[in-house]
């Protein structure tokens, strides 16, 4: 497997970007942006999605520790209901690039779209976040950030399963919306909640 690549412009300093919980049927979707120093060592780095649970706990005190600068950033459901689940996920990136230490000299976004930030330049890659590492770091963090806040949730209302599920439509999911109904955590513009949402 290539290793992650360390920049995709030599010279300026970038910060990756990335989200988790765009797919969900509740709670908020969490973005992170994260400026990785050159050289950085963070063993076992790669897409979130590629990595255990644990593997990803590991890593999140290391990315915050090693970091340049790294923010996370959340919009909630209601407000996803507002403006849809694509410009939440959009706004939740730029809230996180705005809350960064450290200016960013251009934007590494995972994916194929971005709604442009102001000042700051950008490009957008497929799956970039298995290929360039602060994009994989961005999304280590969106996760981890984002699994914590579902588990804290879950005390709240622990029918719906967020402990495990984490808002996903997974069958304990939609079994307990069907036995008790959504409650305010849910993303109501996603008109049934027993269908997978339309992303874009």
Known sequence: MPRLAPYHTKHLLEAGCDEAGRG?????VIAAAVILPP????????DSKKLTHARR????????????AWAVAAVEPLEIDRI????????????????????PEHLLIDGNRFRPYVGIGHSCHIKG????????AASVLAKTHRD??????????????????????TADHRSALERIGPC?????????LREEPTLF
């Not at 969900?24 to 908020?28: E, H, I, K, T, W």
Request: a positive charge.
């Open 84 to 103: 849809n689940i694509l410009q939440a996920s959009f706004l939740a990136m730029h809230r996180a690039i705005a809350a960064l230490s450290v200016k």
């Open 39 to 46: 050289g950085v060592r963070l063993p076992g780095l790669d």
């Open 184 to 192: 305010e955590q849910h993303r109501m513009s996603f008109r049934s």
């Open 24 to 28: 969900c049927l509740a709670g908020p």
């Open 148 to 169: 914590a806040v579902m588990t804290r949730l879950h005390q709240a209302h622990p029918a719906y399963n967020w402990a495990v599920n984490k808002g996903y439509p």
């Open 129 to 136: 976040d298995g290929r360039f590492r602060s994009i994989a």
């Open 57 to 68: 706990e590991a890593l999140r005190p290391l990315i915050e520790e090693r970091a340049l």
